[in-house]
């Protein structure tokens, strides 16, 4: 694995714009990334899709600077408020890609940015929000270095999304995203996601997702620590094998469209991601009584229709419904009626598979 190629030749072009903006959606992991070691290189590899409904959308605003009382200049805007409790975490993550990017100790930002999805969902804005402020960065980059190969931009936008945040490097294409390296996936790296190489069936055509709200507190667990909890753990060598072997499994499953193997591999990797942290010292739990009953509900379900509805979790209580196209009409009037009970102020988003990060 090289990371030397991401370190920037010399500038051929001076910077003259103030701003740039870009939008990036969130992802939900088919086989889960769950332990990292070094920097942000993830003990598996693991395969997203990406969403289009809920993203963030970031305008980075800068000027060359005159404070330097602190080893970056950033102002952090959410919403259209302040928010200087946000700044720390990107004051880390410009730490760790400053070698990479070295203009960026020249420059004050403003980092103005608004997610489509509520605050208080329990959806996680870092994926988006970190790759979209990475594009803007590397975007700035592109004017310096206009000769700069699209497939090297995509490539070190991704590896910077992923020293914000793991997950985050395979928000900026789509549908499909692969994150480390694994044999029979071609391209693939530890350093950056790639786009899913190969023939992927039209069942899966803008596949919907669509999210259940069950509980938009805080979670008692943030994902470093959790990641982190992974390396003593009894099962993680076994679950790190599982993760790659599952991958190998799901190729086949894609191109022929096998829905009963993706709905048992999708949910039994939901099921693992949350079985490591039951089984983690310490150990917890993330998800609630309504998650299960909602699980319930989608086997019951399934069973007396058989659609082919699934569901899958991230580090939290939320469910993420996943199911093809063609019964969006039946499944959305089954989340209606029988789901939506079981969410936070009955709220749910509609969301389906989308292609990635967009300038604007
Ligand atoms: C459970 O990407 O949030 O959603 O690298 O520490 O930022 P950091 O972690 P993060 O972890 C996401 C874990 C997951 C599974 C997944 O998305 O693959």
Redesign the pocket.
């Known amino acids: 694995m090289t990371t030397t190629k991401f370190h920037p030749e010399s500038y051929t072009q001076a910077l003259n714009t103030q701003s740039v903006s870009y939008e990036s959606p969130s ?3 088919l ?4 332990g ?1 070691h070094g920097v ?1 290189i993830p003990k598996n590899p ?1 395969i ?1 899709f990406t969403l289009n409904n809920c993203k963030t959308t970031t305008k980075l605003s800068f000027e060359k600077r005159t404070n330097f009382d602190e080893a970056y200049d950033l102002k952090v805007i959410l919403d259209g408020k302040h928010k200087p409790g946000f700044e720390p975490k990107i004051h880390q993550f410009f730490g760790r890609i400053d070698e990479y990017l070295p203009f960026i100790k020249e420059y004050r930002f403003t980092i103005d940015t608004t997610n489509s999805f509520p605050h208080s969902s329990g959806i ?1 804005s ?2 988006s929000g ?1 790759s979209a402020l990475a594009l803007c960065l590397m975007e700035m980059e592109r004017e310096m270095q206009p000769e700069m190969s699209l497939k090297h931009f995509n490539q070190k936008a991704s590896f910077i999304a ?1 020293l ?5 490097c ?1 928000s900026l294409e789509g549908p499909l995203v692969v994150w480390g390296e694994h044999a029979d996936i071609e391209g693939s790296s530890d350093v950056y996601g790639v786009q899913y190489p190969y023939e992927v069936h039209s069942v899966f055509d803008h596949y919907q997702d669509t999210i259940l709200l069950v509980d938009k507190g805080e979670k008692p667990v ?3 620590v ?2 982190n909890l992974m390396h003593n753990h009894a099962y993680s060598a076994s679950r790190f094998d599982q993760a790659v072997e599952n991958l190998a499994h799901l190729v086949p499953i894609l191109k022929e469209g096998n829905l009963d193997e993706f709905v048992s591999l999708v949910e039994s990797e939901a099921l693992t ?1 949350h079985a490591m942290m039951l089984t983690s010292k310490p150990y917890f739990i993330l998800m609630k009584p309504n998650t299960l009953k909602i699980i319930d509900k989608i086997w019951e379900y399934r069973r007396d229709t058989s659609i082919p509805v699934c569901f899958t ?3 939290g209580a939320n469910v993420h419904v996943l199911y093809p196209k063609k019964d969006k009409e039946a499944v959305q009037e089954f989340i209606k009626n029988d789901l939506s009970i079981y969410c936070q102020d009955n709220r749910y988003i509609f969301d389906n598979v989308g292609n990635g990060a967009i300038k604007l």
């Open positions: 992802n939900i992991a086989i889960k990334y769950w990292k942000q693991s997203s996680a870092s994926a970190l992923r914000g945040s793991g997950s985050g395979r943030s994902s470093t959790g990641h991601l979790l991230d580090a």
